[in-house]
Antibody, heavy 115, light 113 residues
Framework: EVHLVDSGGGLVQPGGSLRLSCEASGFTFTDAYMSWVRQAPGKGLEWIGRIKSESDGGTTDYAAPVKGRFTISRDDSKNTLYLQMNSLKTEDTAVYYC??????WGQGTLVTVSS | DIVMTQSPDSLAVSLGERATISCKSSHSLLYSSNSKNYLAWHRQKPGQPPELLIY???TRESGVPDRFSGSGSGRDFTLTISSLQAEDVAVYYCHQYYGTHWSFGQGTKVEIK
């Protein structure tokens, strides 16, 4: 059974940084393309980025609102996915989920950007 | 990017009655090399993460009740709940994983009439 556990959320001031983690189990993490999806309060789901498996190059792709500010990485030795978020804005306030196709989700971690 | 559009935005259905949600994609989600539609449906109950119901447009995830079914191909898809139960009150999202950038429908809120 696919199991994803998100962590690292919290309150941060505008312009600050935060790193989220996602621990994976129940599937072959090294073969998986992993994504991050967020959900602002009362809103729908927004894909923000993905990382390919290392065997497929480990390259990343990002949605326009976060490109240049957010970085996705992975540590296959720890079965863990990361999201480094820099230059945070108030509009980045959301629950952040890690996910893998076709749609297995972590439980989410809340990031609040506020002064 | 692929745009996903759901209809209706909300619907109220009596317990035991059928609920039907439509999802239209701006691009075909049918991958010719494997004949699979890269379309999933998720249910999100209040305060919970989304949960996978259907993938490949019509394959029910393990443990999902058989009152849920998915159909369609190419650009037009449907989620049907054959007999609505109280626990089905939720927001439902269609989701394309065809492109590099995933995208989601805006959500359909299902309530009890």
């Amino acid at each position: 059974e696919v199991h994803l556990v998100d962590s690292g959320g919290g309150l941060v001031q505008p312009g600050g940084s935060l790193r989220l983690s996602c621990e994976a189990s129940g599937f072959t993490f090294t073969d998986a393309y992993m994504s991050w999806v967020r959900q602002a309060p009362g809103k729908g789901l927004e894909w923000i980025g993905r990382i390919k498996s290392e065997s497929d190059g480990g390259t990343t792709d990002y949605a326009a609102p976060v490109k240049g500010r957010f970085t996705i990485s992975r540590d296959d030795s720890k079965n863990t996915l990361y999201l480094q978020m820099n230059s945070l804005k108030t509009e980045d306030t959301a629950v952040y989920y890690c996910a893998t196709a076709p749609g297995y989700w972590g439980q989410g971690t809340l990031v609040t950007v506020s002064s | 990017d692929i745009v996903m559009t759901q209809s209706p935005d909300s619907l109220a259905v009596s317990l035991g009655e059928r609920a039907t949600i439509s999802c239209k994609s701006s691009h075909s989600l049918l991958y010719s090399s494997n004949s699979k539609n890269y379309l999933a449906w998720h249910r999100q109950k209040p305060g919970q993460p989304p949960e996978l119901l259907i993938y490949w447009a019509s394959t029910r995830e393990s443990g999902v009740p058989d009152r849920f079914s998915g159909s369609g191909s190419g650009r037009d898809f449907t989620l049907t709940i054959s007999s609505l139960q109280a626990e089905d009150v939720a927001v439902y999202y269609c989701h394309q994983y065809y492109g590099t950038h995933w995208s989601f429908g805006q959500g359909t809120k299902v309530e009890i009439k």
